[in-house]
């Protein structure tokens, strides 16, 4: 598929980005990132639809010379506490195009953020009023794309049509992304497609009777802390008529609002394509 989806010349596709997992030193991180400019300032910003904010390190913004404002402390992916600053709006500028980050949220950066030269995390079902934000996580791509349509199904179809498009409904919730699936055999749950997640996870309580091994660190939030969790090999994935394997499955005691966590994982080698409307589908492209 690599080469297809941005030689495409409708709808309008507005940015048309690498997005690099690289932090230096032949060193890679799960996470799809962009090369951005802050006020004249390079860094990477994280790609992560698994955020409701742009957040941007301290560090950063005192380098570029951004002013920060006290703030109410937010929550990691831990559950964990963490300080955090106003950065209100932000000019930024992602592959020639610029935009403005509203209400960014500062926070300290995280030693793996400073050592590989990350800024930050863009929400990106946020960063574009009305395009779709397309994470092509096999060709390593990011593209903005406006179209007439209701949604670019017919586009991605015809983009990608060795694999499998699955139009999803947005479940009711924060503005992350979050549908509905399931690990075979138990119960749909509350599901988030989370391109900011290192490995996909389960509550364990809706799926009673796995085995799993002994319990482990699996994880650290943005403020360092550590998520705990236990590990079940090979599962299926069951989101719209699609069965997807899961090598490795992380059982949890606890998720807000969740039952199922999606990773990268599982999402590398996919298309996700994303809106900041709720009320519009996730259009989700797997191998068929």
């Known amino acids: 598929m690599a080469g297809t989806l941005w030689r495409m010349t409708t709808p309008r596709i507005l940015l048309d980005e690498s997005i690099t997992f690289s932090v230096g030193d032949g060193k890679?991180?799960?996470?799809p990132m962009v090369h951005a400019t802050i006020h004249g300032t390079r860094t990477k910003l994280i790609l992560d639809t698994g955020s409701t904010d742009h957040l941007l390190t301290v560090e950063l913004a005192e380098q570029?010379?951004?002013?920060?404002?006290?703030?109410?402390?937010?929550?990691?992916?831990?559950?964990a506490s963490v300080p955090s600053w106003s950065v209100g709006d932000v000019p930024v500028e992602i592959g020639g195009m610029s935009f403005t980050l509203g209400n960014v949220v500062g926070i300290a950066g995280p030693p793996p953020f400073i050592q590989g030269g990350i800024g930050g995390i863009v929400s990106p079902q946020h960063l574009h009023t009305s395009a779709w934000a397309v994470l092509d996580l096999a060709a390593e791509r990011f593209l903005l794309v406006e179209t007439?349509?209701?949604?670019?199904?017919?586009?991605?179809?015809?983009?990608v049509p060795a694999m499998q498009l699955?139009?999803?409904?947005?479940?009711?919730?924060d503005e992350t992304i979050l549908v509905r699936a399931a690990i075979e055999p138990f119960e749909r749950a509350v599901t988030m497609l989370d391109t900011g997640g290192k490995q996909t996870e389960m509550v364990a309580d809706i799926g009673p009777g796995l085995v799993a091994g002994p319990t482990q660190v699996t994880g650290h939030g943005v403020g360092g802390t550590e998520s705990f969790g236990s590990e079940v090999a090979d599962q299926t994935l069951i989101v719209g008529d699609a069965r997807i394997p899961v090598r490795r499955l992380i059982l949890r005691d606890a998720m807000e609002d969740r039952g199922l966590l999606v990773g990268m994982d599982v999402l590398r080698g996919t298309v996700l394509a994303v809106n900041g409307d709720p009320a519009k589908p996730v259009l989700w492209v797997v191998p068929a």
């Open 148 to 159: 007439d349509a209701a949604d670019p199904s017919a586009w991605l179809t015809d983009a």
């Open 166 to 173: 699955l139009p999803l409904d947005r479940e009711p919730g």
């Open 64 to 79: 570029a010379g951004l002013a920060l404002a006290e703030g109410e402390a937010g929550t990691d992916s831990t559950g």
């Open 28 to 31: 890679q991180t799960h996470a």
